[in-house]
């Protein structure tokens, strides 16, 4: 089963470089947050501006640091599902809990298409296999009855779904769904979803393990009042392009530069006062909920 929340963690820069010393850091502070896995290279990964020995070297760096204590799950996508392919193979080198795979981008294949991209990725490795269906940026949409035909493949366990219509039809399915879109996800709770892969979780982590905890005791009111009061928050992060409000929010109490890689521009001065004080509404709401901050 594919539950609880999940971290797209940032890649670190400084001076231009991968800062592996920070992402050491960063794996091992997470740790301590009650998040269920990682994900590396993600989208919050700023992968798709990686070179490839960049992402081999993230890969390495989470999975020395985090070993058998957290799960790591990769991230892989692109148009030629060849390539996509080659990538996963090379990973193979780990042992990783499974690959995010997203649609072929920018090609914008049909639903036959799309099914034979994930059946060609499914038969090229025995590890687990989770479909991103993120069409605001690959361009096309995994339908859920494509979904439904992809479960043949026995590694297909999950979805992380970035469409809200589809967190109902899905949970009629025999896979586990995580919700994609931050602000959705008590939404994707309510209607059988198992967790999140949420880029908010960076700085959320407690709070929405917290709400996924209330949901799932069958204390919605509880879960929702909550979950309201994350969503300012929320809306902030992504009020610039990810992950650059992220890594500003970071930097405030850790390690870690705000430093971002073009064209990803990081957030502006306004943005990061507003995220200043964000982080001193989330230190007092910990308070209340009497969460410690990790």
């Not at 990682?38 to 081999?56: D, H, M, N, P, Q």
């Not at 992380?160 to 899905?170: G, I, M, Q």
């Not at 994609?180 to 994707?188: I, R, S």
Request: aromatic share 6%; glycine share 6%.
């Amino acid at each position: 089963m594919v539950s609880g929340i999940w971290l797209p963690i940032v890649t670190p820069f400084r001076s231009g470089e991968v800062d592996l010393e920070a992402l050491r850091y960063l794996a091992a502070h997470y740790l301590r947050t009650g998040i269920s896995g990682i994900v590396a290279l993600g989208t919050t990964g700023e992968a798709a501006l990686l070179s490839e020995a960049e992402r081999l070297a993230v890969v390495q760096t989470l999975t020395d640091v985090l070993g058998s204590r957290l799960p790591v799950m990769i991230g892989v996508g692109g148009p030629d599902t060849r390539q996509v392919i080659r990538e996963i193979q090379r990973y193979e080198h780990w042992d990783c809990a499974g690959f995010l795979v997203s649609a072929p981008s920018y090609i914008c294949p049909d639903q036959s298409g799309i099914r034979w991209h994930f059946e060609q990725v499914a038969q090229a490795t025995r590890r687990s296999v989770v479909l991103y269906n993120v069409p605001h940026r690959t361009g096309v949409n995994i339908e859920c009855e494509t979904v439904a035909q992809l479960l043949e493949h026995d590694n297909i366990v999950a979805i992380k779904e970035c469409v809200p219509a589809h967190f109902s039809p899905l949970s009629t399915l025999p896979l586990d769904t995580l919700c994609g879109v931050d602000e959705a996800f008590l939404d994707c709770l309510a209607v059988g979803g198992t967790g999140g892969i949420l880029a908010s979780s960076h700085v959320l982590a407690d709070l929405l393990v917290e709400v996924q905890d209330l949901a799932t005791d069958n204390r919605p009111a509880e879960a929702r009042m909550l979950f309201d009061r994350l969503i300012p928050t929320i809306q902030l992060l992504f009020s610039a392009p990810n992950p650059a409000a992220i890594k500003s929010l970071l930097a405030f109490d850790h390690p870690v530069s705000d430093e971002t890689r073009m064209p990803i521009a990081p957030a502006s001065a306004r943005l990061v006062e507003r995220l200043r004080s964000a982080r001193d509404q989330l230190q007092d709401l910990r308070a209340e909920f009497e969460l410690s901050a990790q």
